[in-house]
């Protein structure tokens, strides 16, 4: 501080006091000088910046103990009303849906579900569905079927935990009998029931290398005609991540089933494949073998197959552009229940036998160019023992059983498809295949479609209107035709179109209507010969949700 600011700090002091005491003060110079310098060492050494380790803290456990408190306050003096804002309700602990409706053709619908939805560890879910159609194109033409199952999921830090019941009936009329020969009552109609119970596991975290999967069902089917089969199914799977580009995969998938009606067959399948993947650059390979043991009722099957699996996948253009390529082999198992799905019309007792498809090539291209668009493209060439068809007995032409080609029969398949967004409320997929079959020792893929196009599109409006168009289109569909003179030729069935709407409109969130417009060409064509489905049919309803 200088003189001169010290100076006047003094005299500023004296003026203070004097205007507070009485009498005079003589009149002082006071002169303070600085005359001291304070001068630092030099320091010898520099400073630089010390690692600095936090100490350990052990966690603090507080111990809590709550004493009561008796508080007095003043009461509220409000100086105007105030609106009270409305508290948000709790989400829904459960949801629900139900629908019934009828149609044409004296048909009835019904559907409902229920599940809970506040519970962040349990997953719980019923489900029940009802539909029949008491009329048809001909005599004995009704269906129905019901299903209804429960399910349930638990969520843990051990992965998900998941089990199942499903209960299920269908009811097919065998109205494609010949004239001269019609049905009895007790013999026009074929009923499936069926009951399935599953159990399944899956782990898998971002932080662990390893992700394994298991699920068992037992499946047990029965037919009105005295032939039932049961099935114990094995699906486990095991990947282990050993370095961020090597991945072991493993995937054990086991069959074991009996039957049959008066004498049970035991029909066995042990399905395990082991692969190493290889990522390097833009390059995903993959290399492994798969080896089935086939215990069935074909002889040349029986046995340990051997199939090398070999597969590669280079990104062209990042996502936009992916190529792949690879041979493979497998044998696909069909059961009583897989048959039925494709065919309901079935022989008392099918013979059953497993597709062996001994040598696979696939190549194609696929790709993501944009978050709102996807497609992919690919040729498969098969090389296939027993390749299923379907047949009808020369005499009951309303029984199917499938037929299977003893000769090794070539396949081969060019398809694409793609799905598109063009808006947030507006969704479109589609896919095209072509099929060309060299049989082996039959003369024709009876039943099997050399063309196939499937395309659906949805569209949301204002949250309340949604409308949904398909088309399925099936073309190139041969039978067989049975002369008088015991000689089989091959006959071209009509081209299949079946196009469909479904609109279904929300007067409220709980309420709302829908309307189910199907085959809107009227067209009865015959996905199997004999069956002429029927033509338009019109199914409509209300439907609640609480």
Do not use: C
Not at 142 to 165: M, P, V
Not at 292 to 309: C, F, H, K, R, W
Not at 497 to 520: E, K
């Amino acid at each position: 501080m200088s003189r001169s600011i010290l100076t006047f700090l003094v005299i500023l002091a004296f003026q203070s006091a004097m205007a507070q005491g009485s009498g005079a003060i003589e009149d002082k110079q006071f002169i303070i000088e600085k005359n001291r310098t304070i001068i630092l060492p030099e320091i010898s050494r520099s400073f630089g910046k010390i690692p600095y380790s936090p100490p350990k803290r052990e966690p603090i456990r507080l111990n809590y103990q709550l004493e009561p408190a008796a508080w007095k306050t003043e009461p509220v003096k409000m100086g105007m009303r105030m609106q009270m804002l409305k508290p948000e309700p709790l989400e829904k602990l459960y949801s629900s849906y139900l629908a019934i409706g009828a149609g044409n053709y004296a048909s009835t619908f019904a559907e409902g579900f229920v599940s809970n939805k506040r519970n962040e560890k349990w997953q719980t879910s019923a489900h029940f569905k009802h539909l029949a159609a008491n009329r048809g194109v001909f005599r004995y033409a009704s269906n129905s079927e019901q299903d209804l199952s429960l399910s349930g999921s638990y969520f843990s830090k051990f992965g998900t935990w998941g089990a199942a019941i499903n209960g299920s009936r269908q009811k097919v009329g065998l109205y494609g009998y010949d004239p001269q020969f019609v049905p009895t009552e007790d013999s026009s109609s074929l009923v499936y029931q069926q009951m399935r119970f599953s159990f399944s596991h899956a782990f898998a975290k971002e932080t662990s290398p390893l992700f394994s999967s298991i699920k068992l069902s037992y499946n047990q089917l029965s037919m009105n005609t005295g032939n039932k089969e049961s099935l114990f199914h094995i699906n486990a799977q095991l990947n282990y991540r050993i370095t961020s580009r090597i991945t072991t995969e493993n995937n054990l998938v086991t069959n074991l089933a009996q039957v049959g009606d008066s004498s049970m067959r035991q029909r066995n399948l042990l399905n395990f494949s082991s692969q190493i993947l290889y990522l390097y650059g833009d390059w995903r390979l993959k290399a492994g073998v798969r080896m089935v043991y086939d215990s069935d009722t074909i002889p040349s099957n029986e046995g340990i197959n051997l199939y090398p699996l070999l597969s590669a996948q280079y990104t062209i253009h990042e996502r936009s552009a992916i190529a792949y390529a690879g041979i493979s082999g497998d044998i696909s198992y069909n059961s009583l229940n897989s048959v039925r799905q494709m065919n309901p019309f079935l022989v008392n007792e099918p013979f059953l036998a497993n597709t062996n498809e001994t040598f696979s090539f696939l190549a194609g291209i696929k790709g993501n160019p944009v978050s709102s668009l996807s497609y992919q493209a690919d040729l498969k060439i098969r090389r296939v023992k027993y390749l299923q068809s379907w047949t009808s007995l020369p005499i009951s032409r309303e029984r199917y059983f499938p037929l299977y080609d003893g000769s090794a029969s070539n396949v081969i398949s060019l398809s694409a498809e793609a799905a598109i967004k063009p808006a947030e409320n507006w969704t479109a997929t589609s896919s095209i295949a072509f099929h060309q079959y060299d049989m082996g020792s039959l003369p024709e893929a009876w039943h099997l479609p050399t063309f196939e196009f499937k395309a659906q599109t949805a569209y949301l409006y204002q949250q309340k209107l949604r409308i949904l168009l398909a088309a399925h289109l099936l073309g190139g569909l041969k039978a067989p035709d049975f002369r008088s003179d015991s000689s089989i030729t091959s006959i071209d069935l009509p081209f299949i179109p079946d196009i469909s709407i479904h609109v279904d409109y929300s007067f409220s969130r709980q309420f709302g209507l829908f309307l189910h417009f199907n085959n809107l060409m009227s067209v009865n064509y015959q996905p199997f010969r004999y069956y002429p489905v029927r033509g338009f049919n019109l199914l409509g309803g209300l439907k609640l949700s609480f």
